[in-house]
């Protein structure tokens, strides 16, 4: 992330995904950053075998395929997700919601991240996760989340700093819960932070069509819906974005409060209206 990405945020209005994506994602310039690229990840929100706006629609995730296939063919492209339901696994969430379809675009697989060969890390700035275990893959890839606009009830948002909550493998973050990422529930905030501190997004691709207004998997939606897609490369600057969406002070979020000038930035944003 260069120093004009810092708190810059990228938004349309949307129409279509056909039409509002590319339109959208020239501006961030994101092509020119894929050209030296090898391999892109994809996350999108897949955490239950819900339908949108609970999770990632396919129909956007197919429109960033298709925008980054047309003018950089040589891409490998990978659609990753480690769900958090206990009684689906990934497989099954991408059957339910339509991406297995997406597996048969030339150069696109799906994985999951959940069963993925791991590397373990060190890092003694971490005060919750001092160490971690996490997929290999995703630091062998430019890596894009794409994730839905929502509040949550015990993080407070869940946005693309938590969407990496996906990564975490259930072998070593269960740990008897109900829930495949269940230990992340204690200091839940200092958990996603410190994640993000071995691996953040390296874009972000938000849907923010509708949004979740009250928690991630129940409850109302916004009203009036904000009827954008937003986009950049900051994080932090993204998630703050999302909140102001939500209605919700980003520095009244734990994991973005903490982030702010070491993972990105929360304020003052630049936001480019396209």
């Not at 039409?19 to 897949?46: C, F, M, Q």
């Not at 001092?130 to 630091?139: A, D, N, Q, R, T």
């Not at 939500?246 to 003052?268: Q, T």
Request: a negative charge; charged letters at 15%; one cysteine or more.
């Amino acid at each position: 992330m260069s120093d004009t990405d810092n708190c810059t945020v990228y938004t349309s209005p949307f129409t279509s995904w056909k039409e509002s994506v590319p339109h959208l994602l020239d501006a961030t310039g994101l092509l020119d950053r894929l050209a030296t690229e090898k391999r892109v990840l994809i996350k999108p929100n897949l955490v239950e075998p819900l339908k949108p706006p609970i999770t990632t629609p396919v129909e956007l995730v197919a429109a960033l395929v298709d925008y980054i296939h047309t003018l950089q063919p040589h891409l490998e492209i990978i659609i990753g997700e480690g769900c958090g339901s206990l009684s689906n696994n990934t497989l099954q969430v991408f059957e339910t919601l339509g991406y297995n379809r997406l597996a048969d675009m030339t150069g696109v697989t799906l994985l999951d991240l959940n069963e993925a060969p791991l590397v373990h890390m060190q890092d003694s700035n971490c005060n919750h996760w001092p160490e971690m275990h996490l997929p290999g893959i995703v630091f062998e890839s430019f890596l894009i989340s794409v994730p839905v606009l929502k509040a949550h009830s015990l993080a407070g948002v869940t946005l693309t700093m938590k969407n990496m909550m996906g990564l975490a493998p259930p072998a070593h973050y269960q740990q008897g819960g109900s829930w495949k990422k269940a230990s992340f529930h204690h200091n839940i905030q200092e958990a996603v932070f410190d994640l993000n501190r071995y691996r953040t997004p390296d874009f972000t691709l938000l849907d923010a069509t509708i949004g979740m207004q009250k928690a991630h998997l129940w409850g109302p939606t916004c009203d009036p819906p904000p009827n954008r897609i937003a986009a950049g490369y900051d994080p932090v600057a993204m998630d703050s974005y999302g909140c102001s969406l939500l209605g919700i002070k980003w520095d009244s979020v734990g994991h973005l409060d903490m982030a702010h000038g070491i993972l990105g930035c929360g304020a003052p944003l630049t936001v480019h209206e396209v």
